[in-house]
Protein backbone atom coordinates (compact mmCIF):
# COMPACT_ATOMS: atom_id res chain seq x y z
CA UNK A 1 0.00 0.00 0.00
CA UNK A 2 1.54 3.45 -0.91
CA UNK A 3 -0.76 5.47 0.89
CA UNK A 4 -3.36 5.46 3.86
CA UNK A 5 -6.52 6.65 3.42
CA UNK A 6 -7.40 8.80 6.78
CA UNK A 7 -10.80 9.83 8.12
CA UNK A 8 -10.46 12.36 10.02
CA UNK A 9 -13.43 13.43 13.35
CA UNK A 10 -14.14 16.36 14.88
CA UNK A 11 -13.22 19.62 13.01
CA UNK A 12 -11.10 21.35 15.62
CA UNK A 13 -8.05 18.80 16.95
CA UNK A 14 -9.12 16.57 13.99
CA UNK A 15 -8.94 18.49 11.37
CA UNK A 16 -5.41 20.40 13.04
CA UNK A 17 -4.18 16.60 12.48
CA UNK A 18 -5.27 16.95 9.13
CA UNK A 19 -3.36 19.89 7.89
CA UNK A 20 -0.08 17.69 8.36
CA UNK A 21 -1.20 14.22 7.13
CA UNK A 22 -3.03 15.79 4.16
CA UNK A 23 0.71 16.58 2.35
CA UNK A 24 2.44 13.47 4.02
CA UNK A 25 3.89 11.22 1.10
CA UNK A 26 2.26 8.73 2.89
CA UNK A 27 -1.35 9.28 3.42
CA UNK A 28 -4.35 11.12 1.75
CA UNK A 29 -7.43 12.42 3.71
CA UNK A 30 -10.34 10.62 2.09
CA UNK A 31 -12.99 11.40 4.45
CA UNK A 32 -14.20 14.07 7.27
CA UNK A 33 -16.43 13.26 10.18
CA UNK A 34 -18.54 15.90 12.47
CA UNK A 35 -21.99 15.90 14.07
CA UNK A 36 -22.13 19.75 12.74
CA UNK A 37 -22.66 19.71 9.09
CA UNK A 38 -21.76 23.32 8.40
CA UNK A 39 -19.36 23.13 10.03
CA UNK A 40 -18.41 19.91 7.64
CA UNK A 41 -19.46 22.05 4.82
CA UNK A 42 -17.02 25.29 5.47
CA UNK A 43 -13.61 22.50 6.07
CA UNK A 44 -14.19 20.15 3.12
CA UNK A 45 -13.00 22.51 0.69
CA UNK A 46 -9.69 23.09 2.55
CA UNK A 47 -9.50 18.95 2.26
CA UNK A 48 -10.03 18.85 -1.52
CA UNK A 49 -13.51 16.57 -0.32
CA UNK A 50 -16.92 16.54 -2.12
CA UNK A 51 -20.32 16.37 -0.31
CA UNK A 52 -19.89 12.82 -0.75
CA UNK A 53 -17.33 12.56 1.90
CA UNK A 54 -18.25 14.51 4.74
CA UNK A 55 -20.10 12.25 6.88
CA UNK A 56 -22.70 13.22 10.31
CA UNK A 57 -22.88 9.53 11.36
CA UNK A 58 -19.68 8.08 12.43
CA UNK A 59 -20.62 4.08 11.22
CA UNK A 60 -21.02 5.54 7.57
CA UNK A 61 -18.11 7.31 7.91
CA UNK A 62 -16.23 4.35 8.96
CA UNK A 63 -17.38 2.45 6.04
CA UNK A 64 -16.68 4.45 3.57
CA UNK A 65 -13.21 2.38 3.16
CA UNK A 66 -10.55 3.61 5.68
CA UNK A 67 -7.18 2.74 6.74
CA UNK A 68 -6.49 5.10 9.42
CA UNK A 69 -9.02 7.15 11.57
CA UNK A 70 -7.86 10.17 13.62
CA UNK A 71 -10.41 10.86 16.65
CA UNK A 72 -10.19 14.50 17.83
CA UNK A 73 -13.49 14.48 19.44
CA UNK A 74 -14.70 14.87 23.38
CA UNK A 75 -13.07 12.26 25.67
CA UNK A 76 -16.15 10.94 26.64
CA UNK A 77 -16.81 9.57 22.70
CA UNK A 78 -13.27 8.00 22.75
CA UNK A 79 -14.23 3.93 23.76
CA UNK A 80 -17.19 4.18 21.28
CA UNK A 81 -15.30 5.08 18.65
CA UNK A 82 -11.97 3.65 19.30
CA UNK A 83 -13.45 0.20 19.32
CA UNK A 84 -15.85 0.37 16.28
CA UNK A 85 -13.17 1.84 13.97
CA UNK A 86 -10.91 -1.07 15.81
CA UNK A 87 -13.32 -3.78 14.89
CA UNK A 88 -13.32 -3.26 11.35
CA UNK A 89 -9.61 -3.27 11.46
CA UNK A 90 -8.90 0.08 11.09
CA UNK A 91 -5.81 1.88 12.65
CA UNK A 92 -6.54 4.58 15.11
CA UNK A 93 -4.49 7.72 15.80
CA UNK A 94 -7.03 9.40 19.12
CA UNK A 95 -6.13 12.04 21.14
CA UNK A 96 -5.65 12.52 25.05
CA UNK A 97 -6.58 10.93 27.31
CA UNK A 98 -7.95 7.41 26.46
CA UNK A 99 -11.01 6.98 28.06
CA UNK A 100 -12.91 8.90 30.88
CA UNK A 101 -13.32 5.49 33.21
CA UNK A 102 -11.67 2.56 33.80
CA UNK A 103 -14.29 0.31 32.04
CA UNK A 104 -13.76 2.11 29.30
CA UNK A 105 -9.83 1.57 29.34
CA UNK A 106 -10.17 -2.11 29.76
CA UNK A 107 -13.00 -2.16 26.83
CA UNK A 108 -10.50 -0.02 24.71
CA UNK A 109 -7.70 -2.19 25.83
CA UNK A 110 -9.86 -5.90 24.38
CA UNK A 111 -10.42 -4.17 21.27
CA UNK A 112 -6.71 -3.65 20.99
CA UNK A 113 -5.79 -7.37 21.31
CA UNK A 114 -8.46 -8.53 19.40
CA UNK A 115 -8.08 -6.00 16.42
CA UNK A 116 -5.85 -6.49 13.38
CA UNK A 117 -5.29 -2.96 13.13
CA UNK A 118 -2.78 -0.48 15.64
CA UNK A 119 -4.09 1.92 17.73
CA UNK A 120 -2.07 4.98 19.69
CA UNK A 121 -2.69 7.80 21.40
CA UNK A 122 -1.94 11.33 20.17
CA UNK A 123 -0.31 12.64 23.58
CA UNK A 124 1.47 15.63 21.53
CA UNK A 125 3.63 16.69 24.68
CA UNK A 126 5.58 13.47 24.30
CA UNK A 127 6.74 15.28 21.36
CA UNK A 128 8.15 18.58 22.01
CA UNK A 129 11.61 19.42 21.32
CA UNK A 130 12.71 19.70 24.79
CA UNK A 131 11.24 16.57 26.28
CA UNK A 132 13.17 14.65 23.62
CA UNK A 133 15.78 16.13 24.79
CA UNK A 134 15.71 16.15 28.25
CA UNK A 135 15.10 11.93 27.61
CA UNK A 136 18.72 12.51 26.22
CA UNK A 137 19.70 13.90 29.35
CA UNK A 138 18.20 11.06 31.20
CA UNK A 139 19.40 8.29 28.60
CA UNK A 140 23.14 9.41 29.39
CA UNK A 141 22.65 9.46 32.85
CA UNK A 142 23.41 12.68 33.36
CA UNK A 143 21.07 13.09 36.28
CA UNK A 144 22.05 9.79 37.89
CA UNK A 145 18.98 7.86 40.06
CA UNK A 146 16.16 9.70 39.55
CA UNK A 147 14.07 9.91 42.89
CA UNK A 148 11.40 12.43 42.34
CA UNK A 149 9.41 14.14 39.25
CA UNK A 150 6.71 16.51 39.04
CA UNK A 151 4.45 18.24 36.57
CA UNK A 152 1.99 21.18 36.81
CA UNK A 153 -0.51 21.92 34.06
CA UNK A 154 -3.01 25.11 35.40
CA UNK A 155 -5.00 25.73 31.82
CA UNK A 156 -7.56 28.40 32.70
CA UNK A 157 -10.46 27.49 30.26
CA UNK A 158 -13.44 28.32 32.11
CA UNK A 159 -15.35 29.18 28.65
CA UNK A 160 -14.94 25.35 27.98
CA UNK A 161 -16.41 24.16 30.81
CA UNK A 162 -19.45 26.49 30.92
CA UNK A 163 -20.16 28.46 27.95
CA UNK A 164 -20.99 32.01 27.46
CA UNK A 165 -24.50 31.38 27.63
CA UNK A 166 -24.13 29.89 30.67
CA UNK A 167 -25.01 26.08 28.97
CA UNK A 168 -22.57 23.32 30.92
CA UNK A 169 -20.35 21.43 28.56
CA UNK A 170 -19.04 17.68 28.57
CA UNK A 171 -15.76 19.46 30.55
CA UNK A 172 -17.83 19.34 33.56
CA UNK A 173 -17.63 16.12 34.37
CA UNK A 174 -13.81 16.39 33.74
CA UNK A 175 -12.16 16.20 36.70
CA UNK A 176 -8.91 18.57 36.55
CA UNK A 177 -6.92 15.11 37.11
CA UNK A 178 -8.51 13.11 34.97
CA UNK A 179 -6.80 15.66 32.47
CA UNK A 180 -3.20 14.21 33.45
CA UNK A 181 -1.18 13.04 30.16
CA UNK A 182 -0.06 16.19 29.04
CA UNK A 183 1.56 15.93 32.68
CA UNK A 184 2.21 12.16 33.14
CA UNK A 185 3.55 11.60 29.52
CA UNK A 186 6.51 12.96 29.47
CA UNK A 187 7.36 12.15 32.87
CA UNK A 188 6.83 8.53 32.21
CA UNK A 189 8.71 8.75 29.18
CA UNK A 190 11.38 10.15 30.94
CA UNK A 191 11.22 7.37 33.71
CA UNK A 192 11.04 4.61 31.66
CA UNK A 193 7.75 3.86 34.38
CA UNK A 194 4.56 3.06 35.49
CA UNK A 195 2.36 4.40 38.55
CA UNK A 196 1.18 1.52 40.91
CA UNK A 197 -0.53 3.74 43.80
CA UNK A 198 -1.77 7.21 44.00
CA UNK A 199 -3.62 9.89 46.21
CA UNK A 200 -4.82 13.60 45.80
CA UNK A 201 -6.39 15.98 47.22
CA UNK A 202 -9.15 18.56 45.55
CA UNK A 203 -12.83 18.72 45.76
CA UNK A 204 -13.37 22.71 46.42
CA UNK A 205 -15.28 25.04 43.93
CA UNK A 206 -15.00 28.86 44.80
CA UNK A 207 -14.16 29.57 41.12
CA UNK A 208 -17.32 28.63 38.66
CA UNK A 209 -20.48 26.80 39.30
CA UNK A 210 -20.64 24.03 40.81
CA UNK A 211 -21.38 22.34 37.58
CA UNK A 212 -19.26 18.93 38.50
CA UNK A 213 -16.01 18.05 39.19
CA UNK A 214 -14.76 19.61 36.49
CA UNK A 215 -15.33 23.18 38.21
CA UNK A 216 -12.98 22.25 40.89
CA UNK A 217 -10.43 24.70 41.51
CA UNK A 218 -7.66 22.28 41.41
CA UNK A 219 -6.14 19.09 42.12
CA UNK A 220 -2.65 18.09 43.15
CA UNK A 221 -1.92 14.14 42.88
CA UNK A 222 0.88 12.15 44.68
CA UNK A 223 1.99 9.19 42.69
CA UNK A 224 4.31 6.20 43.52
CA UNK A 225 5.85 4.07 40.33
CA UNK A 226 6.83 0.94 39.71
CA UNK A 227 10.74 1.59 40.24
CA UNK A 228 9.73 3.63 43.69
CA UNK A 229 10.25 7.55 42.16
CA UNK A 230 7.47 10.26 43.72
CA UNK A 231 5.66 11.90 41.21
CA UNK A 232 3.59 15.27 41.95
CA UNK A 233 0.94 16.28 39.48
CA UNK A 234 -0.79 19.95 40.01
CA UNK A 235 -3.69 20.45 37.79
CA UNK A 236 -7.14 22.89 37.11
CA UNK A 237 -9.03 24.10 34.39
CA UNK A 238 -10.66 27.30 35.84
CA UNK A 239 -8.07 28.65 38.42
CA UNK A 240 -6.57 32.31 37.13
CA UNK A 241 -3.71 32.19 35.89
CA UNK A 242 -2.08 34.50 33.27
CA UNK A 243 -0.53 32.78 30.54
CA UNK A 244 -1.36 29.37 30.75
CA UNK A 245 1.46 27.26 32.81
CA UNK A 246 3.04 23.53 31.80
CA UNK A 247 6.18 22.71 34.06
CA UNK A 248 8.08 19.80 34.46
CA UNK A 249 10.85 18.49 36.79
CA UNK A 250 13.14 15.89 37.73
CA UNK A 251 15.41 15.27 40.87
CA UNK A 252 18.37 12.57 40.34
CA UNK A 253 21.13 11.48 42.28
CA UNK A 254 23.24 13.58 40.41
CA UNK A 255 21.42 16.65 40.23
CA UNK A 256 18.16 18.64 38.64
CA UNK A 257 15.89 20.01 35.97
CA UNK A 258 13.23 21.98 35.60
CA UNK A 259 11.39 24.46 33.56
CA UNK A 260 10.96 27.91 35.04
CA UNK A 261 8.77 28.86 37.49
CA UNK A 262 6.84 31.28 35.52
CA UNK A 263 7.29 30.15 31.73
CA UNK A 264 7.87 26.80 30.21
CA UNK A 265 9.99 28.73 27.29
CA UNK A 266 13.34 28.97 29.92
CA UNK A 267 14.34 25.99 31.85
CA UNK A 268 17.43 25.52 34.40
CA UNK A 269 19.61 22.59 35.38
CA UNK A 270 22.36 21.47 37.34
CA UNK A 271 24.08 18.50 36.37
CA UNK A 272 26.92 17.21 38.84
CA UNK A 273 30.97 16.81 37.53
CA UNK A 274 29.48 18.60 34.27
CA UNK A 275 27.97 21.80 35.22
CA UNK A 276 30.00 24.34 37.27
CA UNK A 277 26.87 25.91 38.48
CA UNK A 278 22.96 26.57 37.31
CA UNK A 279 23.11 26.41 33.68
CA UNK A 280 19.77 28.48 32.01
CA UNK A 281 19.08 28.02 28.74
CA UNK A 282 15.49 27.81 26.24
CA UNK A 283 12.96 25.56 26.13
CA UNK A 284 12.19 25.28 22.83
CA UNK A 285 8.72 23.02 22.39
CA UNK A 286 9.28 23.48 18.94
CA UNK A 287 12.12 22.57 17.08
CA UNK A 288 13.77 25.42 16.13
CA UNK A 289 14.76 23.95 12.19
CA UNK A 290 11.41 22.65 11.80
CA UNK A 291 9.50 24.26 8.48
CA UNK A 292 6.09 25.64 8.30
CA UNK A 293 4.95 22.40 6.51
CA UNK A 294 6.03 20.72 10.20
CA UNK A 295 4.12 23.10 12.31
CA UNK A 296 0.55 23.01 10.49
CA UNK A 297 -0.34 21.18 13.05
CA UNK A 298 -1.14 23.61 15.62
CA UNK A 299 1.73 23.08 18.50
CA UNK A 300 5.16 23.67 16.54
CA UNK A 301 6.53 20.37 15.00
CA UNK A 302 4.66 17.80 17.87
CA UNK A 303 2.32 17.01 15.85
CA UNK A 304 4.25 16.01 12.76
CA UNK A 305 6.57 14.35 14.87
CA UNK A 306 3.97 12.28 16.30
CA UNK A 307 2.03 11.04 13.37
CA UNK A 308 5.49 10.40 11.61
CA UNK A 309 6.10 7.98 14.24
CA UNK A 310 2.63 5.98 14.67
CA UNK A 311 2.71 5.67 10.82
CA UNK A 312 6.10 4.38 10.82
CA UNK A 313 5.02 1.56 13.31
CA UNK A 314 2.19 0.60 10.80
CA UNK A 315 4.41 0.95 7.59
CA UNK A 316 6.93 -1.27 9.46
CA UNK A 317 4.75 -3.55 11.65
CA UNK A 318 6.17 -2.15 15.24
CA UNK A 319 5.14 -1.42 17.93
CA UNK A 320 3.22 2.24 18.05
CA UNK A 321 5.44 4.45 20.67
CA UNK A 322 2.68 5.73 22.75
CA UNK A 323 0.87 2.01 22.42
CA UNK A 324 -2.36 1.03 24.36
CA UNK A 325 0.17 0.27 27.43
CA UNK A 326 1.39 3.44 27.24
CA UNK A 327 -2.03 5.20 26.35
CA UNK A 328 -3.36 3.13 29.94
CA UNK A 329 0.07 4.36 31.82
CA UNK A 330 -0.92 8.31 30.95
CA UNK A 331 -5.19 8.10 31.76
CA UNK A 332 -5.67 5.80 34.50
CA UNK A 333 -3.77 6.96 37.37
CA UNK A 334 -5.23 10.62 36.90
CA UNK A 335 -9.00 8.50 37.19
CA UNK A 336 -7.92 6.79 40.37
CA UNK A 337 -6.18 10.29 41.80
CA UNK A 338 -9.72 11.80 41.74
CA UNK A 339 -11.45 8.89 42.99
CA UNK A 340 -8.79 9.29 46.00
CA UNK A 341 -9.56 13.05 46.51
CA UNK A 342 -12.95 12.19 46.31
CA UNK A 343 -12.68 9.52 49.17
CA UNK A 344 -10.87 12.14 51.01
CA UNK A 345 -7.14 11.69 50.47
CA UNK A 346 -6.58 8.11 50.37
CA UNK A 347 -4.27 6.04 48.61
CA UNK A 348 -5.62 3.58 45.93
CA UNK A 349 -3.57 0.63 44.11
CA UNK A 350 -4.04 1.57 40.15
CA UNK A 351 -5.72 -1.30 38.32
CA UNK A 352 -2.68 -2.61 36.34
CA UNK A 353 -5.33 -5.97 33.95
CA UNK A 354 -3.31 -4.79 31.08
CA UNK A 355 0.41 -4.92 32.34
CA UNK A 356 -0.52 -8.57 34.08
CA UNK A 357 -0.96 -10.38 30.72
Not at 141 to 146: A, E, K, P
Not at 229 to 252: D, E, F, H, N, Q
Not at 273 to 287: H, L
Request: contains cysteine; charged residues 25%.
Amino acid sequence: MDKLRVGLVGIGRGTAYGRVLMNHPRTEITALCDTNAEKLSENAAAFNLTDAQCFTDYETFLDSGLDLVVLGTPIPYHEAQVIAALDRNIHVLCEVTAANTIEGCRNIYNAVRRSKAKYMLAENCNYMHFVLEWKDYVDRDLLGHIHYAEAEYVHEIRQLVIDKDGNNLWRTQRAPLHYCSHSLGPLLLWLDDYIVRCTASGTGVHIVENVGPGAIDMQCGLFETSKGVTIRVLRSSVSPRKPAWCGYAMYGSKGYIETDNYTSDRARRYFEGVDEDVVNFTNYASDPDASEEMKAGGHGSCEYLLINAFLDSIFHDTKPPIDIVKALDMTIPGLVAHEAAMRGGVWLDCPLFYREV
